[in-house]
């Protein structure tokens, strides 16, 4: 009958000790899901802060181009393209 209490307590002492573990393990997935969030916007800011350097940067080499009159094939195809942007924009906007 000792052992039969012996093996239960073990038994309860392993169960504990599991539990305890579960407990530590969620605390630790519920930050690295917290940081795994923060991240993913981190990301997502940069991405946009990106596209929108992009386009500053096109809008830049246009401006150079035509401040110094060098291809100006290349720069009317790139304000023509710029305009359809904007006009598709538009028709978007109007429905």
């Known amino acids: 009958m000792q052992e039969i209490d012996q093996l239960v307590t073990d038994i309860e002492r392993k169960i504990n000790g599991l539990i305890s ?3 530590i ?3 630790e997935n519920k930050k690295l899901v917290s940081e795994l969030s923060q991240m993913s916007q981190t990301i997502e800011n940069l991405l946009a802060r990106i596209g929108k350097l992009e386009e500053e940067n ?3 080499k246009i401006a150079h181009t ?3 009159g060098t291809d100006t094939t290349d720069t009317k195809k ?3 393209q710029l305009v359809r942007e904007i006009d598709h924009c ?3 906007l109007n429905g």
């Open 21 to 23: 573990q579960l407990h």
């Open 25 to 27: 393990k969620e605390a």
């Open 58 to 60: 096109k809008i830049l």
């Open 66 to 68: 035509l401040t110094t």
């Open 78 to 80: 790139q304000i023509n």
């Open 90 to 92: 538009i028709s978007l």
